[in-house]
């Protein structure tokens, strides 16, 4: 867990919520619920600390308590919440130790698949990548910063999709959750977007050429700028880090 009690300072960072309706997902009520709150912890609109109310939940989006409460095992099992006994269920503080370890396993994982996708990818694939570049390059133009981080992560899942290994992307993207959480702070960083940007040409333009050495190299240093950047929010944002 990322917090082991109460966040200090409670009032000065809660503020209201503003769910995604329930209608934007598909599946049971609870799942649906699950990925609303998700979404919200995700994206920071809920701060780290921030306690989740679960009548205001049930408000919002005019439900019982029952699927907030299976919504919110959902997320303790994550890492994303703690449940307190006697006091509430708080969104989690980061760990910089979780958040490095996230991006380890992270790591692992997509320079073994680059090294395995430099073998095997076929020319509409090649087609697949390079459309989602286009798509970046029009997205960073337009300066739609979280549309272009949905297209990096769309690129990320292409190619682990390409290895043919299905539960691959979940693997990945469950080791990337307090990752892509903490990211939302240095978000828009314009210089970071260009930099992206470019990690992404280099990497495609290794996996056109089938060059396994150049796909595993750019991926590696595409992947390692990014802790680059998170290494000093523990610094810059003590009260969103759980104690050490």
């Excluded at 082991?4 to 934007?24: A, C, F, M, N, W």
């Excluded at 095992?73 to 989690?92: C, I, N, S």
């Excluded at 260009?194 to 333009?205: G, K, M, N, Y």
Aim: aromatic content about 6%.
């Amino acid at each position: 867990m990322l917090s082991t009690g109460p966040p200090k300072d409670q009032g000065e960072i809660e503020k209201p919520v503003q769910l995604t309706p329930l209608s934007s997902y598909d599946g049971t009520l609870s799942g649906r619920v699950y990925h609303s709150l998700k979404d919200a912890i995700l994206s920071l609109a809920y701060q780290p600390g921030q306690i989740l109310r679960k009548g205001d939940i049930c408000d919002q989006l005019g439900i019982s308590r029952s699927p907030v409460s299976e919504a919110v095992t959902r997320l303790a099992a994550e890492g994303l919440v703690d449940v307190v006994p006697q006091a509430g269920t708080f969104v989690a503080r980061f760990s910089m130790d979780e958040i490095r370890e996230g991006a380890f396993l992270r790591e692992a994982l997509e320079l073994a698949a680059i090294e395995r996708v430099a073998d095997t990818i076929t020319d509409e694939q090649v087609v697949l990548l390079k459309r989602n570049l286009r798509v970046q390059e029009a997205l960073v133009e337009d300066r739609d910063f979280q549309g272009f981080y949905k297209m990096d992560a769309d690129m990320h899942e292409l190619i682990l999709g390409f290895t043919g290994y299905r539960r691959l992307a979940r693997m990945a993207e469950t080791s990337w959750l307090q990752v892509n959480r903490a990211r939302q702070l240095i978000l828009p960083n314009p210089g970071r977007v260009a930099d992206t940007l470019e990690e992404h040409r280099l990497i495609i333009a290794a996996l056109e050429a089938r060059d396994a050495d150049a796909a595993r190299a750019t991926t590696q240093n595409h992947l390692r700028q990014l802790l680059r950047y998170l290494e000093p929010l523990e610094r810059e944002h003590p009260e969103m880090f759980a104690p050490r």
